[in-house]
């Protein structure tokens, strides 16, 4: 491992990698949330200081734009490629590739802190399913883990090194990642935390600068739309989305599934899972924990494959119900290690919290102590605030591969170890790309089906669904029904996509819709990442427990609809 020691040599090989591994899907079709993003754009490419004032649709209406739970600084700069490149799909997204390698980057200097291979470690975080997967989006999650990587790589710096030019760089970053994503307040908390662990209290001052751009912010907000974006649209979002204000058993409920959730998102969607085991059961320690874990989670298996018998998406397979037993068992062990590994680091910090003496703490502790908090942190937001979706988990990305090579390093292994490494680095990748693949091909399901019915014979086409499918509808001169206010003639074709959230219509106007078939897109690849017959829910955690499934059923079963007579909408 010579080679992981030299930085040119590695900065070149960490570029050229992330560039290949986006330049594969360079073409992919905008889904999920990418059109919140584009919208947002085309509104700050005529209006570029008012990105909220216009109505957008959401799932179930048209609502003024301000509605959208995130800040507008990647549409800004969606924005400027728009104006200058066009909306080509290969344009945009090789003008996005700016994030990954900016992580990339940012994760070789920073990880070079904790490891003493920050090549290999840069290199398993980009070959993660979560990262390939969401560095073919224009979402906000790789910009976000790219920017907080930056601002914590300046911070830890400025604070090691007593330099000031590093922390007013870093706050100033740390102001563009709250403009990116509002989640990110918490890499403002883990610069503090940074600070306080290395009792460099004088370096907070300059978060202030930090504080002056997010109150500048909130200040625009309050001069164009009298109210703070921030919390107009997020306290709604908590109390309503995430069923606070159902009653506390409902968001216990909810909690719960989403705990599961992203314990089967860690377990399967990072690291490839049999390493997450494998390598650490040859403590009698870890497994005495695997016998545990196994134990409950095939409890919970058993419990799942029951309650699936009464699901619209019908039952999990035992294919599935595997995959699940594996992904949740992978993730509750790794947790358990990084904590039990540092178990003795995590004592003495309560025992200096309670004397008030950090000092205590060593320097290298204090490093692993910030990366568990940071796992720890983000972990616990995304199960009871933002959870749901793999690619919430970005951010989780950098400690949880520093942890594990940590942990690896820690055991008894033979000296052949460079030889693992490569086997799960290997293997990660691998199904890495697989993810990519299968989550392009569930893309172009919708670009494909709004080529195949712009055809005049049909009539006015109108269409129910959103994300991706309303992107490329729209394009072809299609109507999204669900906000449409207006005469639906006799004859008109309505195409309604299952898996791209469709709104629910009335009785009245199901009574007047004639089902004239409906249309698969087929595939012989296995892997599905969003498809509730599959119980894949990589986007959507409604839509199954598993990051991804192996399945055979349909990318998407478009229903396609005419019209009996004439009615309003």
Do not use: C
């Not at 940590?406 to 170890?417: A, D, G, Q, T």
């Amino acid at each position: 491992m010579n080679l992981f020691r030299n930085n040119n040599k590695s900065i070149a090989i960490i570029i050229l990698f992330t560039i290949l591994i986006t330049l594969l899907f360079i073409d992919k079709p905008f889904h999920i949330d990418d059109l919140y993003v584009i919208s947002i754009a085309q509104q700050l490419s005529q209006k570029p200081l008012d990105p909220y004032g216009f109505e957008i649709d959401n799932l179930n209406s048209r609502v003024n734009a301000l509605w959208y739970t995130d800040p507008p600084l990647v549409s800004y700069y969606m924005s400027f490629l728009l104006h200058f490149f066009g909306d080509s799909e290969k344009i945009i997204h090789f003008g996005f590739i700016l994030f990954p390698l900016l992580a990339a980057i940012s994760m070789f200097y920073f990880s070079r802190r904790f490891v003493n291979i920050p090549l290999f470690t840069t290199l398993l975080m980009i070959a993660t399913p979560t990262f390939i997967v969401s560095s073919h989006s224009v979402m906000q999650d790789l910009p976000l883990l790219s920017i907080s990587l930056l601002a914590i790589l300046f911070h830890v710096k400025g604070v090691d090194q007593n330099k000031s030019k590093f922390l007013v760089l870093a706050s100033i970053v740390a102001g563009l990642v709250f403009m990116t994503k509002y989640n990110g307040v918490i890499l403002i908390f883990l610069m503090t935390l940074y600070s306080i662990l290395q009792q460099k209290y004088n370096s907070l001052k300059y978060l202030t600068i930090t504080a002056v751009m997010i109150l500048s912010f909130f200040l625009h907000n309050l001069y164009y739309y009298g109210i703070v974006h921030f919390l107009d649209s997020l306290v709604p979002w908590l109390v309503s989305g995430k069923g606070i204000s159902a009653g506390v058993i409902p968001w216990l409920k909810t909690t719960a599934i989403l705990f599961i959730s992203n314990l089967s998102y860690i377990g399967g969607a990072i690291v490839f899972s049999p390493f997450l085991i494998w390598p650490f059961v040859r403590h009698k320690s870890n497994l005495k924990a695997l016998t545990a874990y196994s134990m409950a989670t095939f409890i919970l298996t058993l419990i799942l494959s029951i309650l699936s018998k009464n699901f619209v998406s019908g039952q999990y397979t035992v294919i599935q119900l595997f995959l699940f037993f594996v992904f949740v068992t992978s993730g509750l062990l790794i947790i358990h290690i990084f904590l039990t590994d540092n178990f003795k680091i995590i004592k003495k910090l309560f025992r200096s919290l309670y004397n008030f003496k950090l000092r205590i703490l060593s320097f290298k502790e204090r490093k692993i102590i910030f990366l568990i908090i940071w796992f720890l942190v983000v972990f616990i937001f995304n199960f009871t605030f933002a959870g749901g979706s793999v690619r919430y988990n970005t951010m989780l990305l950098p400690p949880f591969v520093i942890l594990f090579i940590i942990s690896l390093k820690r055991l008894k292994l033979p000296k052949n170890i460079s030889t693992l490494f490569w086997i799960i680095f290997t293997s990660t990748l691998l199904l890495g790309l697989a993810l990519g693949y299968a989550d392009y091909q569930y893309a172009e399901t919708y670009r494909q089906i709004s080529t195949i019915t712009n055809k005049s014979e049909y009539g006015q086409i109108f269409f129910l669904g959103h994300e991706g499918f309303k992107y490329y509808m729209e394009k072809q001169g299609a109507i999204f029904l669900t906000s449409y206010e207006g005469k639906i003639k006799k004859g008109d074709m309505i195409i309604r996509a299952p898996l791209a959230s469709p709104s629910v219509l009335s009785q009245s106007v199901l009574d007047n819709l004639v089902k004239v078939g409906t249309l698969e897109f087929n595939t012989n690849f296995p892997l599905r990442t969003l498809n509730s017959e599959a119980h894949a829910g990589w986007y959507k955690y409604g839509a199954g427990f598993l990051p991804y499934s192996l399945s055979n059923a349909p990318l998407e079963k478009f229903e396609i609809y005419t019209v009996r007579e004439d009615f309003e909408k």
